[in-house]
């Protein structure tokens, strides 16, 4: 099986998408296999030869907030969000999928501006020179990359969760 048939029977995304949520995936899953092997160093290197790894609480707050905010478009894309659904078999599936849209429609632009702000304290850190403060890594490309993710997850939100609301019930 080539690889492209591989990742066609396991991503329901349609187009560019599916690639940009492997991509993706491929990022979160890389990261939480460093903070694993990250753990396990640190572990053994603290308890067996009294010396833990320099900076490996910055390494893990870092590789965190990456992985999480990778992770974040894909899982809305899909809708795995945890929903709570008391009322939508009370209520008709139009109102249902009108609330859905109204969600939808939200959470896309409170990310949004969230990001927006965000991005702007990114900014102000590089400007400033923030550093890490073991590993004086500049924190403020963090705090951009968590913006431009924020970003693609309202971007993802808005148009295709959009699409996946309206035409759930037609694939």
């Excluded at 009294?50 to 992770?71: D, K």
């Amino acid at each position: 099986m080539s690889f492209g048939a591989w990742l066609k029977a396991h991503y329901d995304e349609k187009g560019p998408v599916r690639w940009l949520a492997f991509f993706l995936e491929v990022v979160s899953a890389s990261v939480l296999f460093f903070l694993m092997a990250l753990t396990c160093v640190d572990v053994f290197g603290r308890y067996l030869f009294n010396s833990p790894i320099h900076g490996g609480t910055e390494m893990t707050e870092i590789g965190l907030a990456v992985m999480v905010f990778a992770a974040m478009p894909v899982i809305t894309w899909r809708g795995g969000h945890i929903v709570v659904d008391l009322l939508d078999r009370f209520l008709g599936s139009k109102i249902v999928k009108v609330l859905s849209l109204l969600a939808a429609l939200v959470m896309s632009s409170s990310l949004y501006f969230l990001a927006l702000r965000i991005f702007e304290l990114g900014e102000r850190s590089i400007r400033r020179g923030v550093v890490t403060e073991f590993l004086a890594m500049p924190s403020g490309y963090i705090v951009q990359y968590i913006a431009i993710m924020s970003w693609a997850t309202a971007l993802g939100m808005i148009t295709y969760g959009v699409y996946r609301i309206l035409f759930q019930d037609q694939d």
